[in-house]
């Protein structure tokens, strides 16, 4: 095609200046006045600079169209690419390099798909999660219900032998209905914490003083069982940024967890310091000492060390998950300890929210 191109312009240029012999004559002049080269070369006609000026053009013209049918070989490799992608595999990348705005494209494609990959299976988790949730409930909720049904069935077919026997079979439903209840404000609190995306609205909050109401919050109840709850910090006022409600709930829960579990316990001891850019809070107790097989599992949704217990308190064993939701949300850590001494649940919380976070980075 080039060759035919610059056939045609020659014939034109041959025709015009055999028409016109005076620009024949001017291109004479303009030869005999330029030197071309350190041996004085001059030049020979115009037909060399035609052959000159076609070949530098044809050069560039072909450089221009192998850089384009390049190009457009890459982009149909990488438009190839996206299909097989979009077909379902989306463990394949795009795993060539190219330079300038192609390459642009394959990161932009491979940060694309890492990202709905990754939000797909966060996904997944949600809903394995949710399911989980509804078949442990399910299952929790059953044999309190059973029992409810039950005892009352008996009353109603008129299977008792006695008043007392009703009274008997009345308190057995109440307190059965009673760790549904249990089960189902435990469920509810969770969920809320779980699965709410609300962002938390972070103000200054006085950890001494929340701390100091929490104890006084469960006082009544812990001497009742000969339990006395003791304070302890080192700061006053500890002041950090939190969510106070949902901070209260976290040191609520663990201290009704004491008073439920710490069998044998005397004191729960509830201190509070100062570390770097942190605030460490511990919640301790001395009763009977967690299992070191099951210490690692205490965060777990629906565990229990122990089963007898659960049935005797109404958890549902979503207490510590809930705890450690909310630590989380506020950027901090929340860990357990047991020997025969002590068995102390550590919770970390920065002092301000996101300097933490840059700070260990």
Same mark, same amino acid.
């Given at each position: 095609?080039?060759?035919?191109? +610059? %056939?045609?312009? &020659? =014939?034109?240029?041959?025709?015009?200046?055999?028409?016109?012999?005076? /620009?024949?004559?001017?291109?004479?002049?303009?030869?005999?006045?330029?030197?071309?080269?350190?041996?004085?070369?001059?030049?020979?006609?115009?037909?060399? @600079?035609?052959?000159? $000026?076609?070949?530098?053009?044809?050069?560039?013209?072909?450089?221009? *169209?192998?850089?384009?049918?390049?190009?457009?070989?890459? %982009?149909?490799?990488?438009?190839?690419?996206?299909?097989? $992608?979009?077909?379902?595999?989306? !463990?394949?990348?795009?795993?060539?390099?190219?330079?300038?705005?192609?390459?642009?494209?394959?990161?932009?494609?491979?940060?694309?798909?890492?990202?709905?990959?990754?939000? /797909?299976?966060?996904?997944?988790?949600?809903?394995?999660?949710?399911?989980?949730?509804?078949? +442990?409930?399910?299952?929790?909720?059953?044999?309190?219900?059973?029992?409810?049904?039950?005892?009352?069935?008996?009353?109603?077919?008129?299977?008792?032998?006695?008043?007392?026997?009703? #009274?008997?079979?009345?308190?057995?439903?109440?307190?059965?209905? =009673?760790? /549904?209840?249990?089960?189902?404000? !435990?469920?509810?609190?969770? =969920?809320?914490?779980? &699965? +709410?995306?609300?962002?938390?609205?972070?103000?200054?909050?006085?950890?001494?003083?929340?701390?100091?109401?929490?104890?006084?919050?469960?006082?009544?109840?812990?001497?009742?069982?000969?339990?006395?709850?003791?304070?302890? &910090?080192?700061?006053?006022?500890? /002041? $950090?940024?939190?969510?106070?409600?949902?901070?209260? *709930?976290?040191?609520?829960?663990?201290?009704?967890?004491?008073?439920?579990?710490?069998?044998?316990?005397? @004191?729960?001891?509830?201190?509070? +310091?100062?570390?770097?850019?942190?605030?460490? @809070?511990?919640?301790?107790?001395?009763?009977?000492?967690?299992?070191? *097989?099951?210490?690692?599992?205490?965060?777990?949704?629906?565990?229990?060390?122990?089963?007898?217990?659960?049935?005797?308190?109404?958890?549902?064993?979503?207490?510590?998950?809930? #705890?450690?939701?909310?630590?989380?949300?506020?950027?901090?850590?929340?860990?357990?300890?047991?020997?025969?001494?002590? =068995?102390?649940?550590?919770?970390?919380?920065?002092?301000?929210?996101?300097?933490?976070?840059?700070?260990?980075?």
């Amino acid at each position: 095609m080039l060759g035919l191109i +610059n %056939l045609a312009i &020659f =014939t034109i240029v041959q025709g015009f200046l055999f028409d016109h012999p005076e /620009m024949q004559v001017g291109f004479f002049v303009i030869r005999q006045s330029f030197d071309l080269g350190p041996v004085h070369t001059r030049i020979v006609g115009y037909h060399q @600079v035609l052959v000159l $000026i076609f070949i530098v053009v044809d050069i560039w013209v072909l450089v221009w *169209r192998l850089k384009r049918r390049k190009r457009q070989y890459q %982009l149909d490799h990488i438009i190839r690419e996206l299909h097989y $992608i979009a077909q379902g595999h989306l !463990d394949h990348r795009i795993d060539f390099s190219l330079t300038g705005r192609e390459q642009d494209v394959i990161t932009s494609v491979n940060a694309l798909v890492d990202s709905a990959v990754k939000s /797909m299976e966060e996904e997944r988790e949600i809903e394995k999660s949710k399911d989980e949730l509804i078949t +442990n409930v399910s299952h929790d909720l059953r044999t309190p219900l059973t029992s409810i049904i039950g005892y009352l069935g008996l009353i109603e077919n008129h299977q008792y032998r006695s008043e007392e026997e009703i #009274v008997e079979f009345a308190n057995i439903a109440y307190t059965k209905a =009673t760790q /549904m209840k249990t089960m189902v404000e !435990d469920l509810f609190e969770y =969920t809320q914490v779980q &699965f +709410n995306d609300r962002q938390l609205e972070f103000q200054p909050v006085d950890l001494t003083q929340l701390l100091d109401q929490v104890a006084a919050s469960f006082e009544l109840t812990a001497q009742k069982q000969g339990i006395q709850i003791q304070t302890h &910090f080192t700061l006053s006022p500890l /002041m $950090i940024e939190a969510e106070a409600s949902q901070l209260g *709930r976290v040191f609520s829960n663990l201290v009704a967890n004491a008073l439920k579990y710490g069998d044998g316990a005397t @004191v729960i001891k509830l201190s509070a +310091n100062v570390m770097d850019d942190e605030a460490i @809070v511990d919640v301790a107790n001395d009763g009977v000492p967690i299992p070191a *097989r099951s210490v690692n599992r205490l965060f777990e949704r629906f565990y229990r060390v122990e089963s007898s217990r659960s049935k005797q308190t109404g958890g549902a064993g979503l207490g510590l998950a809930i #705890v450690q939701s909310i630590v989380e949300k506020h950027h901090g850590q929340v860990s357990v300890m047991s020997n025969q001494a002590l =068995t102390t649940f550590t919770v970390r919380l920065p002092l301000k929210q996101g300097v933490s976070d840059e700070t260990k980075a």
